[in-house]
């Protein structure tokens, strides 16, 4: 590792949670942290037949020693943040900036209340929009004001930076997916702020510089949630048929759903400084190579599909997802 960051490809929900938790348990990161958004993201992992959501923490919150932060840039929840630290029982190694910004309850009520945001950009209605939009008019409260997380404020800036000179290792979890950011995807249908890998570093007080691997996530197949283009979208029967219907794991919305879109693919690429991909549920579009831990035991048509992907991007697809369990996955790094 040293400093890898993991960033969304295509409009989120590519399975980022799963590749940061078994990169989180195989290499024992010191430091994990958590950039983007805040808790408009919601990342799944399933470990030993149990499934575990976070929207606040780094999902290497079931390694038992990796420290977890959150950076400056990040949204703060404080009830979903004290409420993941307790079941994860993580009391003693959370760490949150104290110029992370807070949502408080007037902030999600201005996400859903008004017909644009809600109807019009189709938000998920957690207060992030409003609540960066204070930012940037200085009026926003920071976590340091909020007794209640008084005992895990810190510096996180300086917490990655101490440990990338001592060489540990750091992984940096990106949330939300290219194509939501406020510069570079569809605007107006995207979220409130840029969600690109320099974006995610630059949330954690990273210098461009300290940053070896750049793993950007996609799914076998493209979805979306609320509104804005998705070409070559299929009906929601179509989907069904497939198996791609799925349901937003913080909205519970039905996400729209279109094939692998090799085009947008090169360009996240290109957006994100991408040096590695990883590609997940495989096995929702080769049902035959569900389970499958290695590359060679992947049906031909499978292989097709993965190697056309390094062809069109000309990078190394590194890990592929065959299954939810964290352990159902090909590792090809080195
Ligand atoms: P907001 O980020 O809640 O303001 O929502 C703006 C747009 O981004 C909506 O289309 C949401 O569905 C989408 N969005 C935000 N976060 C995520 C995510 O983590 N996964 C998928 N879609 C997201
Ligand atoms: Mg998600």
């Given amino acids: 590792m040293p400093c890898l960051v993991i960033v969304g490809g295509f409009f989120g929900d590519e399975g980022k949670g799963k590749i940061a938790a078994y990169l989180a348990n195989k290499e024992n990161p010191v430091i994990a942290v958590r950039g983007g958004v805040g808790p408009n993201a919601g990342h799944t992992f399933c470990y030993e037949g149990k499934t575990y959501k976070v929207r606040m923490l780094p999902s290497a919150a079931l390694n038992s020693t990796t420290q977890l932060l959150v950076g400056a840039g990040v949204l703060v929840d404080p009830d979903i943040l004290l409420n993941e630290i307790k079941t994860f029982g993580v009391f003693d190694r959370t760490l949150i900036d104290s110029q992370c910004g807070v949502i408080e309850k007037e902030h999600i009520e201005r996400d859903i209340a008004g017909f644009h945001l809600k109807n019009e ?3 998920t209605g957690t207060g992030t929009g409003p609540a960066n939009a204070d930012r ?33 290792s750091v992984l940096v979890e990106g949330t939300q997916g290219t194509f939501l950011s406020l510069y570079h995807g569809s605007y107006p249908y995207v979220t409130s702020k840029d969600v690109t890998a320099s974006a995610i570093c630059s949330d954690v007080g990273l210098g461009p510089k300290k940053v070896d691997d750049v793993l950007i996530v996609f799914k076998a197949y493209v979805t979306r949630v609320g509104r804005g283009p998705l070409k070559d979208e ?13 349901y937003g794991s913080v909205t519970g919305r039905q996400r729209r759903a279109s094939p692998f879109d090799p085009a947008l693919a090169k ?17 929702i579009i080769f049902p035959n190579s569900a389970g ?12 097709t599909f993965i190697e056309d992907v390094e062809g069109e991007t000309g990078l190394r697809v590194t890990l592929i997802g065959t299954g939810a369990e964290l352990t159902e996955l090909i590792d090809r790094r080195n």
């Fill in 267 to 283: 360009k996240a690429i290109r957006l994100n400084g991408a040096t590695q991909v990883a590609i997940t549920k495989l096995d």
């Fill in 234 to 246: 299929i009906t929601s029967d179509a989907a069904k048929a497939k198996g791609w219907l799925e």
């Fill in 292 to 303: 499958v831990r290695e590359f060679s035991k992947l049906p031909r048509e499978a292989q």
């Fill in 121 to 123: 950009i189709g938000t």
């Fill in 136 to 168: 940037a008019m200085r009026v926003l409260k920071l976590a340091t004001e909020i007794p209640k997380l008084t005992r895990y404020i810190g510096d996180v800036s300086d917490t990655v930076n101490s440990a990338l000179e001592k060489k540990d």
